[in-house]
């Protein structure tokens, strides 16, 4: 079992930035392919971006391509979001997400918010 910590969250303003942080413990961390979710008020938790165990792939929703990177250190347990540009649009809770085989574990989220 894993568990994951997300923090990096806050308020920003339309076009800024934030970088959202995983931090894992309990296992091999390097064994998980990690995402990250997001859950808006009143709408379903949805997919943001996903990498790899190795770090050497990625996958994004059509949302955020191009605004959002998703990395990995293992040697830090951590995975991190980056986004730029950001949006009204992109305010919601954000959770980490790892996967080993068919187990999941989810983070309890952090929340965050831009204003226009």
């Known amino acids: 079992q894993v568990q994951l910590v997300e923090s990096g969250g806050g308020l920003v303003q339309a076009g800024g930035s934030l970088r959202l942080s995983c931090a894992a413990s309990g296992r091999t961390f390097s064994n998980y392919g990690t995402g990250w979710f997001r859950q808006a008020p009143g709408k379903e938790r949805e997919f943001v971006a996903v990498?790899?165990?190795?770090?050497?792939?990625?996958d994004y929703a059509d949302s955020v391509k191009g605004r959002f990177t998703i990395s990995r250190d293992n040697a830090k347990n951590t995975v991190y979001l980056q986004m730029n540009s950001l949006k009204p649009e992109d305010t919601a809770v954000y959770y980490c997400?790892?996967?080993?085989?068919?187990?999941?574990?989810w983070g309890q989220g952090t929340q965050v918010t831009v204003s226009s």
């Open positions: 997400r790892a996967r080993y085989s068919a187990y999941y574990y």
């Open positions: 990498i790899s165990r190795s770090g050497g792939a990625t």
